[in-house]
């Protein structure tokens, strides 16, 4: 167990929809990373929060955004849902290099 | 920008040792990490090294790092069939972000 925790497990969605996946980073990590999981595109990058603060961002599609809260806990919110969003997102978070991940988000888009 | 390129699969005897290579492009990335996802799982981190050592050994583990040629490797002593899963290989950037390679599928029969 990592430490990180990503719900919900699962969910099942119909095209055009928008969802929120929620992540609570490990005990005294201050930045948290979400980054997406598909057969086609593999492991990727999408977006960085520090303390708050977005830190850096990756290939992060404009229909989607993120933002951490003050308890650091973080949402992905992804709107308008494409089929081709049907992907394994992860949250991971650090204190310093090291990133600790989540178990992880399967989203099905139908 | 980063690049981390693995072989897709290997296979081998319970007992035996396995070794996962996998290449990267940016001299300059710090670390550089062994991550294995279980079939239905998150990542699970396994090691790391710092881009200033060139062997750690963490009991079945040996991560070997050669700089010169920007080749990083995971060997497993003992191979057990607990083993079988997917391993990735990333290295961080300069950009907070991790850049993983596209995984290796280990297979470990009896």
């Known amino acids: 167990d990592s430490g990180v925790t990503q719900t919900p497990k699962h969910l099942i969605t119909a095209t055009g929809q928008r969802v929120t996946l929620r992540c609570s980073p490990r005990s005294g990590d201050l930045s948290v990373y979400w980054y997406q999981q598909s057969l086609d595109q593999g492991l990727q990058f999408l977006i960085q929060?520090?303390?708050?603060?977005?830190?850096a961002k990756g290939n992060i599609l404009e229909r989607f955004s993120a933002q951490q809260f003050p308890d650091l806990h973080s949402e992905l919110n992804l709107s308008s849902l494409e089929l081709g969003d049907s992907a394994l997102y992860f949250c991971?978070?650090?204190?310093?290099?090291?990133?600790?991940f989540g178990p992880g988000t399967r989203l099905l888009v139908l | 920008g980063e690049d981390v390129e693995q072989s897709l699969f290997l296979s081998v005897r319970e007992g035996d040792s396995s070794v996962i290579n996998c290449t990267y492009t940016d001299s300059s990335s710090t670390y550089l990490y062994w991550y294995k996802q279980e079939p239905g799982a998150g990542l699970q981190l396994l090691t790391y090294?710092?881009?200033?050592?060139d062997m750690k050994q963490d009991q079945r583990l040996t991560v070997l790092l050669n700089k010169k040629d920007k080749h990083l490797s995971l060997r497993i002593a003992d191979t057990q069939t607990g083993d079988s899963a997917i391993y990735f290989c990333?290295?961080?950037?300069?950009?907070?972000?991790?850049?993983f390679g596209t995984g290796t599928r280990l297979l470990v029969s009896p």
């Open positions: 990333a290295a961080h950037t300069g950009f907070q972000k991790l850049v």
């Open positions: 090294i710092f881009s200033n050592m």
């Open positions: 991971a978070s650090s204190y310093q290099e090291t990133q600790y």
């Open positions: 929060y520090y303390n708050g603060e977005e830190r």
